[in-house]
């Protein structure tokens, strides 16, 4: 049961524009909400994360996006550079249990075209 | 100055055989994962220990074995390899394994069993 998707496999923008990178959770107990980069024989990266009792978090170029009721966040890069050609892993966090377990979605490949 | 490293990068080998894989972080962190990205890129953890202790088991087989020396340090032991255990593995760490910390990734394992 995934709990986290990421629906786009892929995604290419022109630089300069806006990338738009979207995710969706059925699991209405996750408090926290990160996107993390990953380039080709890398580690992720953490970029920018969100709790849930915000709507936007802003950080730089990037800003995370959060709709309670429709389960649903979006990464939104303006403008979008080459360097930010990557594979984006949205994941959630549900605090208050015995442990804090990630969950990840499984990644959208963003390609920004120069 | 790598904050979390994974040895070997590559492992090819075949069924039947057991490998291991180690992990090392030098952030100072309490709490250290490992995940596996099998062939659909879905990112998943298996196990974390915080302090050396095993604090998450996502119903691994027994065949998997981790094991933490010290904080700083987390292997991963894989017995009686099987094609389906062909899969990136990603080793990380995280201050404090609960409350609000981003965890920090290793470059990753990708171990091929023939």
């Known amino acids: 049961d995934q709990q986290v998707k990421q629906n786009s496999p892929s995604l290419s923008v022109q630089e300069g524009r806006i990338s738009i990178l979207n995710c969706d959770y059925t699991?209405?107990?996750?408090?926290?909400f990160l996107w993390y980069k990953k380039y080709p024989a890398e580690g992720p990266t953490f970029l920018i994360s969100?709790?849930?009792?915000?709507d936007k978090n802003e950080d730089g170029r990037f800003t995370v996006f959060l709709n309670k009721s429709a389960k649903h966040l979006s990464l939104h890069i303006v403008p979008s550079q080459p360097g930010d050609s990557a594979v984006y892993f949205c994941?959630?966090?549900?605090?208050?249990?015995?442990?804090?377990?990630?969950?990840f979605g499984t990644g959208t490949l963003l390609a920004v075209q120069p | 100055d790598t904050a979390v490293s994974q040895t070997p990068k590559y492992l090819v080998t075949q069924m039947g055989n057991d490998k291991s894989i180690k992990c090392e972080q030098n952030?100072?962190?309490?709490?250290m994962y490992w995940y596996k990205q099998d062939s659909k890129k879905f990112l998943k953890i298996m196990f974390s220990?915080?302090?050396?202790?095993?604090?998450i088991n996502e119903t691994v087989p027994n065949r998997f074995s981790p094991k933490s020396p010290d904080k700083a340090h987390l292997n991963l032991h894989i017995n009686s390899l099987e094609l389906g255990d062909s899969a990136v593995y990603f080793c990380?760490?995280?201050?404090?394994?609960?409350?609000?910390?981003?965890?920090?990734f290793g470059p990753g394992t990708r171990l091929t069993v023939t």
């Open positions: 990380a760490s995280s201050q404090r394994a609960w409350g609000i910390y981003e965890q920090y």
């Open positions: 699991n209405s107990m996750f408090d926290y």
């Open positions: 969100i709790s849930s009792i915000k």
């Open positions: 994941a959630a966090i549900a605090y208050g249990g015995a442990t804090n377990k990630l969950i």
């Open positions: 952030l100072g962190h309490d709490t």
């Open positions: 220990y915080n302090n050396k202790e095993l604090i």
